[in-house]
């Protein structure tokens, strides 16, 4: 599977992004998909994961601010990201694992793309 990410950028603090993922060599159909952002200075983090069922889960930091979703039509993941704070700024990175029903911790996704950087800054 590849994974290509796009609609990184700047916005000031309590601004909106729109992620997405293009899914490649395959359908989303067959995958846990989700982001994982690396914020200078700390560690990985997993923020959000949806599984073959529609299911969505979300680290704490974003719970309630970013919203992940999916069309299988275009095999496209996005992740709708709102209420930006400097603390997001960092590079995204779309993950997939081919795993039915529950995903495990999105960290552990074995596939990854490159990245898109979001920056958050006034």
């Known amino acids: 599977v590849q994974l290509v990410e796009s609609g990184g950028g700047s916005v000031q603090p309590g601004g909106s992004l729109k992620l997405s993922c293009k899914v490649s060599?395959?359908?989303?159909?067959?995958?846990?998909l989700g982001w994982v952002r690396q914020v200078p200075g700390k560690e990985r983090e997993g923020v959000a994961a949806?599984?073959?069922?529609?299911?969505?889960t979300y680290s704490d930091s974003v719970q309630g601010r970013f919203t992940i979703t999916r069309d299988k039509a275009k095999d496209l993941v996005y992740l709708q990201m709102n209420g930006l704070q400097p603390e997001d700024t960092g590079m995204y990175y779309c993950?997939?694992?081919?795993?039915?029903?529950?995903?495990?911790?999105?960290?552990?996704?074995?596939?990854r793309g490159q990245g898109t950087q979001v920056t958050v800054s006034s």
């Open positions: 949806i599984d073959t069922d529609g299911g969505t």
């Open positions: 993950a997939a694992d081919q795993l039915y029903g529950t995903c495990r911790d999105v960290l552990d996704f074995p596939a």
């Open positions: 060599n395959d359908t989303i159909e067959n995958f846990c």
